[in-house]
């Protein structure tokens, strides 16, 4: 839950979905942006809830917990540019200028939007093929 929530923090502010004093937003937010950008965060916490493990205990090899999820950085990555203003972003505006941001970025970004939702469910599913059953410790009342 709480990465969840950080995950929409570090997008939604800097994006100026949430508005701050900081950050300002030239074009408005799209009616799809929200919704993408509550996916994203349930997918990022999902897949961050997979590196969570008892202290002490030894890494699976199975989930592949010796290198870090490149998917699922991608997928943070692409959320971000999907869901921001595409004339604030200074790498679009630098690469294709303030009309060609809006001509020819702003058309992808529910693709782009899609591609982020993807390779985070796709992270997830990578994540979790490992897992074939969730110990739960026995309690008193259960061991009786």
Request: proline share 9%; glycine share 10%.
């Amino acid at each position: 839950m709480a990465t969840a929530l950080v995950t929409v923090l570090v997008v939604a502010v800097p994006t100026a979905m949430i508005p701050t004093p900081i950050f300002g937003r030239e074009v408005g937010v799209t009616w799809w942006s929200w919704p993408v950008l509550i996916v994203t965060a349930v997918l990022s916490g999902l897949v961050f809830a997979t590196y969570v493990r008892e202290p002490g205990s030894a890494p699976d090899p199975k989930l592949g917990e010796d290198r870090p999820s490149r998917f699922g950085v991608a997928g943070g990555v692409l959320t971000f540019f999907a869901v921001g203003c595409p004339v604030c972003n200074k790498i679009v505006l630098l690469a294709l200028g303030a009309s060609g941001a809006l001509q020819w970025f702003a058309p992808i970004q529910p693709l782009l939007a899609v591609a982020a939702m993807g390779l985070l469910g796709y992270s997830l599913k990578v994540r979790l093929s490992g897992e074939r059953a969730c110990p739960v410790p026995a309690t008193s009342q259960a061991a009786r």
